[in-house]
């Protein structure tokens, strides 16, 4: 993981003569400015996110969504803190939470009988709490304080206030499970949770239906996520580097992604397919866990890389480097200069589309791959491509300014979203790699301690609004047919390495200068050579 944020982090973004993930000095057909480290521009508006709770509805406390808590004025309102609760070690300014001792939050955490946490803090909060402990100290924490202080553990208790307090609890558990779900792929999590859950159904058959309920979606979800990482490792242990294929079975490979997609429109529309399903596996924890360091006033723990599970988020990463040098692969390869040159165009009516689409991932992915220094130093072929549609993309992605262009426009696909008719109007892929970069940097330059020792809860707002907004675009259902042949080949199709596609390209334009030529030799010898 830390060689992974080193590479994303360390470098900057796609520029022309530069591999995806990595800065190159190397030959450039026209120059993009690097990004500047500067925080995102928070959209103002965020899109409701409704409960999936199968608990009845007319016994839960009704929590505004988060169009409603996360807007642009600042932090959450509270609106269902009672009195006692400014005080205690909770820290509030303007009726907003801004900071209090880690203790005092996790009892904000858990209902009682004239209380509800709104829905808003319970998302922040467990997003961000792992940041000093781990989830299944949190929920044994809760489980404590439910039981305890709700005397659920008493036979003798009054029944009364259980029936008033369970649907609370039950309401607590069944949204951490649904917005959280990975968490209890540890055997402690659901532990925790089943005994709990055991508690509050004793007394009532409609309770249990509902415990039972979301247990089995949880249970779902999770055998789902272990399919897909399957499905991932299966592609993963298949791939093969193109130039190897190419010499043992050259037949194999004759076919290109126009023989297999002619028409930019659909191959648009299937690496949709392939970024909303990969981004809805994406845990909204992952972006927390991708930079998760020491408490400092933890002082019995070593290190937090136990908690550092991001095989999802580092797998769409790799997803955009593999379309990359797809695209590097599939242009350098053919022999003729006016095949190369259809080729550039074809992958630039695809970007075209992913930007009426609102898939902005593909898209700069394909513009990386196009700007790649063996793509972008074919002089000869760019001369034979009308360039003005890549010139109005290449504007649209520009990284000066911190990206203002693409914010734009990034801001303008979700206030579509917002108002959508139809499933596609409702497609917003951010580029996630800038995403990324913009939690990091987040996350970098406030602190997660007050002096006091007090949770920077002021911070963690800021976190959980960019946060809970990809989780609003990860949700939406592709509207397009999916075409397995297609998919198939964008998975599987050998690609290039960077060497490899350094030779491709000196042996279908030549060497211009003797730094080129020595290279041409070297990597004839060493690629051409090997068995």
Same mark, same amino acid.
């Given at each position: 993981?830390?060689?992974?944020?080193?590479?994303?982090?360390?470098?900057?973004?796609?520029?022309? =003569? $530069?591999?995806?993930?990595?800065?190159?000095?190397?030959?450039?057909?026209?120059?993009?400015?690097?990004?500047?480290?500067?925080?995102?521009?928070?959209?103002?508006?965020?899109?409701?996110?409704?409960?999936?709770?199968?608990?009845?509805?007319?016994?839960?406390?009704?929590?505004?969504?988060?169009? $409603?808590?996360?807007?642009?004025? =600042?932090?959450?309102?509270?609106? *269902?803190?009672?009195?006692?609760?400014?005080? =205690?070690?909770?820290?509030?300014?303007?009726?907003?939470?801004?900071?209090?001792?880690?203790?005092?939050?996790?009892?904000?955490?858990?209902?009682?009988?004239?209380?509800?946490?709104?829905?808003?803090?319970?998302?922040?909060?467990?997003?961000?709490?792992?940041?000093?402990?781990?989830?299944?100290?949190?929920?044994?924490?809760?489980?404590?304080?439910?039981?305890?202080?709700?005397?659920?553990? @008493?036979?003798?208790?009054?029944?009364?206030?259980?029936?008033?307090?369970?649907?609370?609890?039950?309401?607590?558990?069944?949204?951490?499970?649904?917005?959280? #779900?990975?968490?209890?792929?540890?055997?402690?999590?659901? &532990?925790?949770?089943?005994?709990?859950?055991?508690?509050? %159904?004793?007394?009532?058959?409609?309770?249990?239906?509902?415990?039972?309920?979301?247990?089995?979606?949880?249970? /779902?979800? !999770?055998? %789902?996520?272990?399919?897909?990482?399957?499905?991932?490792?299966?592609?993963?242990?298949?791939?093969?580097?193109?130039?190897?294929?190419?010499?043992?079975?050259?037949?194999?490979?004759?076919?290109?992604?126009?023989?297999?997609?002619?028409? +930019?429109?659909?191959?648009?529309?299937?690496?949709?397919?392939?970024?909303?399903?990969?981004?809805?596996?994406?845990?909204?924890?992952?972006?927390?866990?991708?930079?998760?360091?020491?408490? #400092?006033?933890?002082?019995?723990?070593?290190?937090?890389?136990?908690?550092?599970?991001? /095989?999802?988020?580092?797998?769409?990463?790799?997803?955009?480097?593999?379309?990359? *040098? !797809?695209? $590097?692969?599939?242009?350098?390869?053919?022999?003729?200069?006016?095949?190369?040159?259809?080729?550039?165009? *074809?992958?630039?009516?695809?970007?075209?589309?992913?930007?009426?689409?609102?898939?902005?991932?593909?898209?700069?992915?394909?513009?990386?791959?196009?700007?790649?220094? +063996?793509?972008?130093?074919?002089?000869?072929?760019?001369?034979?491509?009308?360039? %003005?549609?890549?010139?109005?993309?290449?504007?649209?992605?520009?990284?000066?300014?911190?990206?203002?262009?693409?914010?734009?426009?990034? &801001?303008? %696909?979700?206030?579509?979203?917002?108002?959508?008719?139809?499933?596609?109007?409702?497609?917003?892929?951010?580029?996630?790699?800038?995403?990324?970069?913009?939690?990091?940097?987040?996350?970098? =330059?406030?602190?997660?301690?007050?002096?006091?020792?007090?949770?920077?809860?002021?911070?963690?707002?800021?976190? $959980?609004?960019?946060?809970?907004?990809?989780?609003?675009?990860?949700?939406?259902?592709?509207?397009?047919? &999916?075409?397995?042949?297609?998919?198939?080949?964008?998975?599987?199709?050998?690609?290039?390495?960077?060497?490899?596609?350094? !030779?491709?390209?000196?042996?279908?334009?030549?060497?211009?200068?003797?730094?080129?030529? @020595?290279?041409?030799?070297?990597?004839?010898?060493?690629?051409?050579?090997?068995?």
């Amino acid at each position: 993981m830390a060689k992974f944020l080193a590479k994303l982090l360390g470098c900057t973004l796609p520029s022309k =003569g $530069a591999s995806p993930m990595c800065e190159s000095k190397s030959h450039s057909r026209v120059g993009l400015k690097s990004s500047t480290k500067q925080k995102t521009t928070i959209l103002s508006t965020l899109a409701s996110e409704k409960s999936l709770s199968d608990c009845k509805k007319e016994s839960m406390p009704q929590t505004p969504p988060f169009s $409603a808590m996360f807007d642009s004025s =600042g932090y959450n309102r509270n609106l *269902y803190q009672s009195a006692e609760d400014s005080c =205690g070690g909770l820290y509030y300014h303007d009726n907003n939470l801004l900071s209090g001792s880690l203790e005092a939050l996790i009892q904000h955490l858990v209902p009682n009988v004239d209380y509800y946490p709104d829905r808003t803090y319970i998302f922040t909060f467990l997003l961000s709490s792992r940041l000093f402990m781990h989830p299944y100290e949190l929920m044994a924490k809760v489980c404590h304080l439910c039981v305890e202080h709700q005397r659920l553990s @008493d036979p003798s208790g009054d029944k009364n206030q259980i029936r008033k307090i369970a649907p609370k609890i039950l309401q607590l558990l069944t949204e951490w499970t649904e917005t959280f #779900p990975y968490d209890f792929r540890d055997e402690r999590m659901m &532990r925790n949770l089943k005994d709990l859950a055991h508690r509050i %159904a004793s007394g009532e058959e409609t309770y249990r239906k509902n415990v039972q309920q979301m247990i089995q979606c949880l249970i /779902r979800k !999770l055998a %789902a996520l272990s399919q897909y990482e399957e499905v991932l490792a299966k592609i993963s242990s298949t791939s093969t580097d193109r130039l190897t294929v190419l010499k043992t079975k050259p037949q194999s490979i004759q076919r290109d992604i126009i023989t297999v997609c002619s028409d +930019p429109y659909t191959l648009a529309q299937q690496l949709t397919h392939i970024e909303l399903e990969r981004l809805n596996y994406i845990g909204p924890e992952e972006f927390v866990q991708a930079f998760v360091q020491k408490d #400092p006033l933890d002082n019995d723990k070593s290190c937090y890389s136990e908690r550092k599970k991001t /095989r999802n988020l580092e797998a769409y990463v790799e997803w955009f480097n593999r379309l990359s *040098y !797809l695209v $590097a692969t599939e242009i350098c390869m053919p022999v003729k200069k006016k095949h190369r040159a259809r080729m550039i165009e *074809y992958f630039i009516d695809v970007a075209r589309e992913c930007f009426n689409i609102g898939n902005f991932n593909s898209l700069m992915a394909i513009i990386s791959g196009m700007n790649m220094s +063996p793509v972008s130093r074919l002089k000869k072929t760019w001369a034979k491509v009308k360039t %003005a549609k890549f010139d109005v993309l290449e504007h649209q992605m520009d990284p000066s300014s911190n990206f203002y262009n693409y914010r734009t426009a990034l &801001r303008g %696909a979700a206030q579509r979203s917002l108002t959508a008719h139809s499933s596609r109007e409702k497609i917003v892929i951010p580029f996630f790699s800038l995403l990324i970069k913009d939690i990091y940097f987040l996350n970098e =330059g406030c602190a997660n301690r007050l002096p006091n020792g007090h949770v920077n809860f002021e911070k963690f707002w800021e976190l $959980a609004k960019q946060v809970s907004e990809f989780m609003t675009w990860k949700q939406v259902e592709c509207p397009f047919e &999916r075409d397995r042949k297609i998919l198939q080949y964008l998975f599987t199709v050998p690609v290039f390495s960077e060497d490899a596609l350094y !030779l491709a390209s000196y042996e279908s334009e030549g060497p211009e200068n003797h730094i080129e030529k @020595d290279r041409w030799k070297s990597l004839r010898s060493s690629l051409l050579g090997r068995v």
